[in-house]
């Protein structure tokens, strides 16, 4: 009953061998090797379109180096309030990129597109003193395990665009949302107007594998001296594309989000039918919100079970009874059947 | 023939079967797992004390985020004019650190005591126009395959420590200097006044596995900011721990370097039985820098050798004659009795 | 009848003159001059206490080098969401500290110190994730020309010395502040728990003449480095000195603050009086905050007052109806009575 | 006898009064005013052709913003080996560029074309592990006296434009250089090929008046962001404005420098006709490098003499003799001949 966070989840097997066959013989380094280079090319065939793939070590450093470089002195980069850049990063997106961080806030953890804009509005291109609009960024899926419609990355879209800015999408949960929303790597990106994508795949069943792709590769060209002045720049790279290699085969990256969504939507539909707890919010992704009583919360504890207790929204103050909790359950590739059924049973 | 570096090898079979054998099953994340601390309590075994071990992606990291954690403005960090932090780092030492280099000039790839001492006179703590000296760094096996002695590593940190200075190793090839001095870690590192350590296992068989080591743990409190701040906090950092396992396990770290140090005897010995090529300076370690005919060169080339040509060192113009060429050759855990023969054959 | 802003003013003449007498003759540079001293030492005098001072050319590098001088990695500072380092500093407090900003509301342009203690704690000192609380910045006289009162400062001081945090004053228009509460320099400061001011003359009649104050003198040792790598160290410190030394001379500055206080106070009472205009919140140093039909603000303009319309504020969106305006007055040492009279009369 | 360094000297009593007279009146801030703009014209005037003009407070801001306007992650500047930027900066070059600097030999304080080239040629623009080639600054009047001829700056401009590179001129003493070598500022800057330019005032009798100058107002725009972020934009721009105004006003600034300079040729001619003191090395501007018995400067100091003694330059370690030592005299717009002929009797 490991629902604390996909992270705490190992390598799935396929990914784990395709690692393990890379390991013998001799390639060369810092990414230029054979298998560096097929890798990159299927990440053009997943996106249908050639792009400029970049690993990196940590999502951070892919959301970190992606506004890095669209930077400009002055620069403000504006994300969801509640979003992994501004919250859960140590200031590394500031510290890298120089741009501070806005956030706009917006229902279900998705940037509202009037907020953005009346926001943008306020930090236009001569501003000298407040500081100038750099860019934005969304993550999809969302932290609290909502995902943008392709309208509302529409939405969005139009605003950056209108405004001439670029547009970064911080996938850390990219399969996740793509199999949520049952559309294509190209529709949920290049199509809506990304122009940035933190690719992760380390949520998902690889052990370290993250990814920066640009869908304009001219605009790539400054992140090879800014992914090494960052210390993101593996000697034996090909450890990363082989992971990638594994994840892309047969498409397993998607089955494993299916399986990680399909356990969720389970979780879900099990604590919908339960009189004593209830979702926080509607997800669709990997993510399950739910409020339960104390007593539940300790007794799967006693169980076995492992989740995060959430702070409640400040937005939704009221949204926990006084002996009730607010905990998030997190799903994955290695979430199990029985898994779901032993924690739904310590609510009933 | 593959000697153009020792991270162009894979990963050694025990520290690839360790890493495979930890990826199924949960742990929790960033660096708290039982895994993780088992493997921290190996490094104060292996070192003989208590220490802070900090996982990062790349040696870059390390050396940049060990230097960053004893900067001050207009601080000056101390380096070998040959060092990997000053030429092939792209700057990250000084991007994290906000801390210049300052180059010390030195035979054979270390640092000559005399010269540190005058040069880190120039920069006293209150010259607030030149700036101040805020540490010194070796690089131990040097960028050129030489060793510092364990007297050579007394006499600077002598310098060090009557300065004040914080002293840290670039340990990217920690052991094979190890096993060419004979020594145990303790010895080579705090028993010599070495406070931080970057230890690397990559170029040793490892696939990526870097950690920054500091010998007083108190020292080490903001490093757990600087790491996260700078996105080298892995989430699943078991699969970092994993591999430090298996190469630690039962001497395998010591038993890899012997092998690859013991390559490069073996071409150092053949080279110097040859009429027509003959070793540039005398190495102790993994590397071996070779003075060959330039027809030689292509021979080797044509036959599948990979290894780089080396740029002339400013100090030493005359090296090398008009048709001859200077080559680098960087044994590892790979490399077979087999593969040097071969080499050596191109030679004759 | 220039109403823009203190800044738009020029030098008092009894500044300009000391200026002036000090422009002869030779004397040792970048702040070891007798005259940088001598004022060194009035300072101290003024505040009741041994201080160390810092000349700086702008307010702005007082408040981010203040910042900077108490910076952690992954640090923050709170400062009201509507303070100058927030607003119009162009990012420069975060690019010099690497603190990141977060903002905390309040009404009347002055921090709530429940809604502060709620949002430090949020960032407690081992939160590697979300960043730690690092220093608390006021502004007084605030940007909307309210004043905290000695309690109201006791009040936040509280909080910063319950969470070990340094509390910095951003003393543009300290002088306005001082003489509206009728308080002493140290009653208004260390008395109250300021660590660190940003004394600001250049608004209240100096040319240029800004320093940041440290109440305690042993944490201000790395301030020297990081003023000169900042960029603000003087040659000619001297030139500050003296307007210094003449802006202090007599109580000078003082008197230029209960003139430039007065002279708002004469528009409040003028204000209150009409029947078309009043005033958008009480203030009590030099800037009104009125709101006035648009005619009136047109009338204004045409008869050559100088006052910009201030954005509405996003908590009172139905601050002023659809024919009217909010506009901010400042006054200055240099505003006459005849220059309130005739703006009044624009209003009648 | 002030010779220890020009910036000992106050202001020149018509910049001063310039200076008085616009301290009166209201004036818009930020460099908006009519005085900031007339005199920006005056730039172009000078300099005929158009150019941007931006205020900073220190000679220090000039250079390190002038430097950061041309950055690039990973980036390398070249300077002299004994340049302002790398010896007396306090490392703010590389703390506002993000640019590393790269120091080049040369003689008499001069780069050395060829060694600019091959040095440059070491840091190509793909060289993501070594860093690349980003600015190239020259220093004219040089740090230690001389001047680059106009055929000297066209063979390090060539250079440059070879390799695509912006040249920058440290112009601290830039009106010394210019009257020594009887050119005009367009002659000396971009008829030769200088992009960007740090013009310096306070030396040559301003109390605080540096600008940066770009001759390319196109590559300008940043410089906006870069200068407020930098907290080095003043509120009262007018008052560097003013000193301006009557620097240029009727060849002021060339007339004080050609006082300046003539000072020192005094200096030189005396010193050349003891037997007791000689010239270090030939210098044509306001500063004179000689080597006196040690007894002489005792002498000269107990006479009230104030001047700096030299570090014994690297490449000459035999320049003096065991009872000699090495000093530096800088002459200003405040020398007199008495000052001259009083120092030279403490030679006799």
């Known amino acids: 009953m490991f629902f604390a966070s996909d992270n705490w989840a190992g390598a799935h097997s396929k990914v784990a061998e395709r690692l393990l066959a890379a390991s013998n013989g001799f390639a060369s380094a810092y990414g230029t090797s054979e298998l560096d280079q097929r890798v990159e090319a299927k990440f053009a065939e997943v996106f249908e379109r050639e792009v400029a793939v970049f690993f990196v070590a940590t999502g951070t450093a892919a959301n970190s180096l992606s506004l890095a470089s669209v930077q400009k002195p002055g620069g403000i980069s504006f994300c969801?309030?509640?979003?992994?850049?501004?919250?859960?990063?140590?200031?590394?997106?500031?510290?890298?990129?120089?741009?501070?961080?806005?956030?706009?806030?917006?229902?279900?953890?998705?940037?509202?597109?009037?907020?953005?804009?009346?926001?943008?509005?306020r930090f236009p291109q001569d501003a000298v003193h407040h500081g100038r609009a750099a860019a934005v960024t969304i993550t999809q899926a969302t932290e609290i395990g909502t995902v943008y419609s392709l309208d509302e990355i529409d939405a969005?879209?139009?605003?950056?665009?209108?405004?001439?800015?670029?547009?970064?999408?911080?996938?850390?949960?990219?399969?996740?949302?793509?199999?949520?929303?049952?559309?294509?790597?190209?529709?949920?990106?290049?199509?809506?107007?990304?122009?940035?994508?933190?690719?992760?795949?380390?949520?998902?069943g690889c052990w370290c594998a993250e990814a920066i792709v640009f869908f304009d590769p001219e605009k790539a060209k400054e992140m090879h001296f800014i992914r090494k002045r960052a210390a993101q720049l593996f000697s034996k790279s090909r450890f990363i594309a082989a992971q990638f290699d594994g994840y892309f085969q047969d498409g397993l990256w998607l089955d494993l989000a299916r399986h990680s969504n399909g356990m969720a939507d389970r979780l879900r539909a099990g604590i919908e039918k339960t009189n004593s707890a209830h979702l926080a919010w509607p997800?669709?992704?990997?993510?399950?919100?739910?409020?339960?009583?104390?007593?539940?919360?300790?007794?799967?504890?006693?169980?076995?079970?492992?989740?995060?207790?959430?702070?409640?929204?400040?937005?939704?103050?009221?949204?926990?009874?006084?002996?009730?909790?607010?905990?998030?359950?997190?799903?994955?590739?290695?979430?199990?059947?029985?898994?779901?059924?032993?924690?739904?049973?310590?609510?009933?």
Chains 1, 2, 3, 4 share one sequence.
């Open 80 to 121: 969801h309030n509640e979003a992994h850049v501004a919250e859960d990063e140590c200031g590394a997106p500031d510290f890298f990129s120089g741009a501070r961080l806005a956030t706009v806030e917006g229902a279900l953890g998705k940037i509202d597109p009037k907020a953005l804009a009346t926001k943008i509005a």
């Open 156 to 204: 969005i879209a139009s605003i950056t665009k209108a405004n001439g800015l670029p547009l970064h999408m911080d996938g850390a949960r990219f399969a996740n949302a793509l199999v949520a929303l049952g559309a294509t790597p190209a529709e949920m990106t290049w199509k809506r107007g990304i122009d940035i994508l933190s690719f992760g795949g380390t949520k998902n």
């Open 283 to 348: 997800t669709v992704s990997n993510e399950v919100f739910t409020i339960i009583p104390k007593s539940s919360a300790r007794t799967a504890e006693d169980k076995g079970a492992k989740f995060y207790e959430w702070p409640i929204p400040e937005s939704q103050p009221d949204l926990v009874g006084s002996d009730e909790t607010l905990i998030r359950l997190v799903t994955s590739f290695a979430t199990t059947e029985a898994d779901v059924a032993n924690f739904l049973a310590c609510l009933a």
